[in-house]
């Protein structure tokens, strides 16, 4: 099996520590090519059962000029192009307006998004579920995956659901 994805979400919550946890892991080959490529393949994980390739998402913000309009547009494209789009949040964020504006576009497509809530070793567990309830009223997400990248928790399950939409 194998396909194409996209891991997007804003700075800092974890998509390089993600990224970096599953490379360690298996056999990566990463592509260090400038932004302005379009479509660039970041990452492709290649194990016994598969491929995953990962590819990066340039600008995936309101348009506020005419760059960042062409950054999204490619960002809407990838979408349409890949098997799965991966939305990584925060356990304690919120769906702020840059991201409602991801989800209004991924509502305009069929491929699938899965919400993975990372840094869930920062709460409780009995704060989880709560956490899980907030982000399930926001869009109707395929699976909402908790992990902790850091800690490699959960990162595992990940990749196995991963496979089920390549
Ligand atoms: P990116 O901007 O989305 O690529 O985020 P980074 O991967 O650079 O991570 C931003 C910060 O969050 C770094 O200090 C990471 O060490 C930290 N971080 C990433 N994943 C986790 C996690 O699972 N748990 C905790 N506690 N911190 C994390
Ligand atoms: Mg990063």
């Given at each position: 099996?194998?396909?194409?994805?996209?891991?997007?979400?804003?700075?800092?919550?974890?998509?390089?520590?993600?990224?970096?946890?599953?490379?360690?892991?298996?056999?990566?080959?990463?592509?260090?090519k400038p932004?302005?490529?379009?479509?660039?393949?970041?990452?492709?994980?290649t194990e016994?059962?598969?491929?995953?390739?990962?590819?990066?998402?340039?600008?995936?913000?309101?348009?506020?000029?005419?760059?960042?309009?062409?950054?999204?547009?490619?960002?809407?494209?990838?979408?349409?192009?890949?098997?799965?789009?991966?939305?990584?949040?925060?356990?304690?964020?919120?769906?702020?307006?840059?991201?409602?504006?991801?989800?209004?576009?991924?509502?305009?497509?069929?491929?699938?998004?899965?919400?993975?809530?990372?840094?869930?070793?920062?709460?409780?567990?009995?704060?989880?579920?709560?956490?899980?309830?907030?982000?399930?009223?926001?869009?109707?997400?395929?699976?909402?995956?908790?992990?902790?990248?850091?800690?490699g928790e959960?990162?595992?399950?990940?990749?196995?659901?991963?496979?089920?939409?390549?």
């Amino acid at each position: 099996k194998s396909g194409f994805v996209t891991l997007i979400g804003r700075p800092n919550v974890g998509k390089s520590t993600l990224m970096n946890h599953l490379i360690g892991q298996k056999i990566a080959i990463t592509s260090n090519k400038p932004q302005t490529t379009r479509n660039k393949i970041q990452t492709i994980l290649t194990e016994e059962r598969g491929q995953v390739i990962f590819i990066d998402t340039p600008g995936i913000h309101k348009p506020s000029h005419k760059l960042g309009e062409y950054m999204v547009n490619t960002a809407e494209k990838t979408f349409k192009e890949v098997d799965v789009v991966l939305f990584l949040v925060e356990p304690n964020d919120f769906i702020g307006k840059g991201d409602s504006y991801i989800l209004e576009q991924l509502q305009k497509i069929k491929t699938p998004v899965i919400l993975i809530i990372n840094k869930i070793d920062t709460v409780k567990k009995e704060e989880l579920l709560t956490i899980i309830a907030k982000y399930q009223k926001q869009y109707d997400f395929k699976e909402i995956i908790p992990i902790s990248a850091l800690q490699g928790e959960n990162t595992g399950q990940l990749i196995d659901i991963l496979y089920n939409y390549l």
